[in-house]
Nanobody, 119 residues
Framework: QVQLVESGGGLVQAGGSLTLSCAAS????????MGWFRQVPGKERESVAG????????DYADSVKGRFIISGDNAKNTVYLQMNNLKPEDTAVYYC????????????WGQGTQVTVSS
């Protein structure tokens, strides 16, 4: 059983910053990649950022490039999302996700944490 637990969401004013944290646990779980996606009710989910432990590659959605930074610790199965210069359109539930191996996509995700950016 793999569990991902997010923390760090909250309410912030536009232009402010928040850092989300996620820890994955499971008896023998070792992730190939971890990342974040977000979802607003009634809209499609949006992949925000991902980090691939094998080669260190990092991907960002165009909407967050230059403002968000993903980092983490492969050995600890933890990932962080530093969000700077937040905008009202960043308001969403943010989910941590993890992939156990290449080629199958992210198969695990957490319960989500709400991020609300006021204007």
């Amino acid at each position: 059983q793999v569990q991902l637990v997010e923390s760090g969401g909250g309410l912030v004013q536009a232009g402010g910053s928040l850092t989300l944290s996620c820890a994955a646990s499971g008896r023998t779980f070792s992730s190939f990649a971890m990342g974040w996606f977000r979802q607003v009710p009634g809209k499609e989910r949006e992949s925000v950022a991902g980090i691939y432990w094998s080669n260190g590659n990092i991907d960002y959605a165009d909407s967050v490039k230059g403002r968000f930074i993903i980092s983490g610790d492969n050995a600890k199965n933890t990932v962080y999302l530093q969000m700077n210069n937040l905008k009202p359109e960043d308001t969403a539930v943010y989910y941590c996700e993890a992939a156990s191996r290449a080629g199958i996509g992210y198969e695990y995700w957490g319960q989500g944490t709400q991020v609300t950016v006021s204007s």
